[in-house]
Structure formats: C-alpha cells, structure tokens
C-alpha cells in the first residue's frame, strides 16, 4: 500500500483546511485507515481513524468536533476536513493503513502497517 498525503498549509487560527490521502496498491475498500499528527519536538499522535466502509469514525478528544474524517473509496482517497483551527493543531500530518482489520479501530501507532510521507499544517495566531 502506497500513501500520498497533501492540502496542508498555512492558514490562520480559526480557519480550514482539508488534507487528501491517495492510496494505491491494496483494495482501498478492505482496509481502516487514520490519520495522525506530530508537533516538533512531540510524539505523534492519534487524530481520527474511520472503518473501511466508512460507517465508524473516532476522533481524539482534542479535534472532536472541528474535524471529520472521510473516505471515497471509489476515488481511493482520505480525507481530513479541519476546521476551527488552532495553533496547536500545528503539526505534520500523516494518514496510515490499518490492514489488521477489528471491531475497534485503532487509534495506537503501533496498529497501523503503512503510512504517508506526511504534510505540513501551520496555524498561526
């Protein structure tokens, strides 16, 4: 599975963006996929991941409700609608593959088995 992150950039806080994920290789259809983000100097952490038919979604707490995950799997792509954003939204971001398959989507780095290059997203103040 081959992953292409790309829409970050800057923008000012309270503002949106939408990240797109393209992915090839795999069926898109059969697999979750998630997004992720690192700050400098932070860890990278969980953002949102959504089931392969796209009927589940979770969000971390610190987005619930300014970001949605999507996926249009006729188009093999995911995507990320950020709005409200903050400052401390400001990070790379990743989207990932979760080709394990459960009932609970993974929301760990360590569940996921192929991930994008990454796109930069800076708000500022």
């Known amino acids: 599975v081959q992953l292409q992150a790309s829409g970050g950039g800057l923008v000012q806080a309270g503002g949106s963006l939408r990240l797109s994920c393209a992915a090839s290789g795999r069926t898109f259809s059969r697999y979750a996929l998630g997004w992720f983000r690192q700050a400098p100097g932070k860890e990278r952490e969980f953002v949102a991941a959504i089931s392969w038919s796209g009927g589940r979604t979770t969000y971390a707490d610190s987005v619930k409700g300014r970001f949605t995950i999507s996926r249009d799997n006729a188009k093999n792509t995911l995507y990320l609608q950020m709005n409200s954003l903050k400052p401390e939204d400001t990070a790379v971001y990743y989207c990932?593959?979760?080709?394990?398959?459960?009932?609970?989507?993974?929301?760990?780095?360590?569940?996921?088995?192929?991930w994008g290059q990454g796109t930069q997203v800076t708000v500022s103040s």
């Open positions: 990932a593959a979760d080709l394990k398959g459960g009932m609970v989507l993974g929301t760990t780095l360590s569940r996921y088995d192929y």
